[in-house]
């Protein structure tokens, strides 16, 4: 009960800052960019699979790594200007329900601007293709998209925490370069132990099982594909132990931290 309380807390602070716009604005920008982008293409093969690739590659290169930084960044801001960082700290609340309380948040935010941009980005994809929309591999991209995202999102909120707004932008740029290097061939036998190339290679992975699936029709094909042991597998792994780890950290290094000075929100 102590985290729902906290969550809810934490969704009124939210209120005037660009926290809100950014999880609902840029998802529906970029998809209304994307469709937009794919109207220009007129008719071709595969349609569907062509804007799941050119969506799935800007939002994993471009918007992942600058959200995770932005977000978690403004929200320890807002904390450190309140008296640094006194009403948090302050609160009778337990700490770890604090901390779990602002990574909830960010998560569901994350969770919402994902999957509100790929419904619609597969919603757009149907009616410019004239043909059924296929949710199968819309849905896995986006759910595997989520497994790569949710431990830079708890390495984020750490390091906001710790270091500032700044640190957190800062590291999203990098994350951004390191993305769109992954992306490339240059990714290819490294990429499962880069977290900046999680979102967009298993984005890529589920591009790729669609466009040659190994197994029967889509979304068995698609799943068998993915599951295989090979690069897709250790990089879901390895995402879903690092969540583990960041998170665990986070809240043991929570409990026993005092604030920060200086001019980033301290």
């Known amino acids: 009960m102590n985290t729902l309380r906290g969550i809810s807390a934490e969704w009124l602070k939210t209120k005037r800052t660009p926290v809100r716009p950014l999880a609902w604005l840029m998802p ?44 978690p960044g403004l929200l320890a801001h807002q904390e450190g200007m309140a008296g640094q960082f006194y ?71 750490w390091v906001s925490f710790a270091w500032g707004l700044g640190a957190s932008v800062g590291l999203g740029g990098i994350g951004l370069l390191i993305a769109a290097l992954m992306a490339t061939s240059l990714g290819d036998t490294v990429w499962p132990w880069i977290p900046w190339a999680w979102p967009v290679r298993l984005a890529q992975a589920v591009g790729n099982a669609w466009a040659f699936p190994s197994a029967g029709e889509l979304p068995l094909g698609l799943i068998s594909s993915l599951l295989d042991g090979g690069a897709e597998t250790i990089g879901a792994i390895a995402a879903v132990v690092s969540w583990g780890a960041m998170l665990v950290g986070g809240l043991v290094w929570f409990e026993r931290w005092e604030g920060r000075s200086g001019s980033d929100g301290g």
Request: charged residues 5%.
């Open 28 to 71: 529906i920008l970029l998809a209304a960019l994307m469709i937009g982008f794919g109207s220009t293409r007129g008719a071709m093969p595969q349609l569907q699979l062509y804007l799941f690739r050119v969506f799935f590659e800007v939002w994993t290169v471009l918007v992942v790594p600058l959200a995770v930084g932005i977000v």
């Open 87 to 157: 009403g948090l700290l302050g609160s009778p609340m337990p700490r770890r329900h604090l901390y779990l309380a602002k990574l909830i948040l960010m998560t569901v935010l994350l969770v919402f601007g994902t999957v509100l941009a790929t419904v619609m980005i597969a919603l757009g994809a149907g009616w410019l293709s004239g043909e059924p929309v296929l949710w199968a591999p819309f849905g896995m991209g986006a759910v595997l998209v989520l497994i790569g995202t949710v431990p830079l999102l708890a390495f984020h909120c």
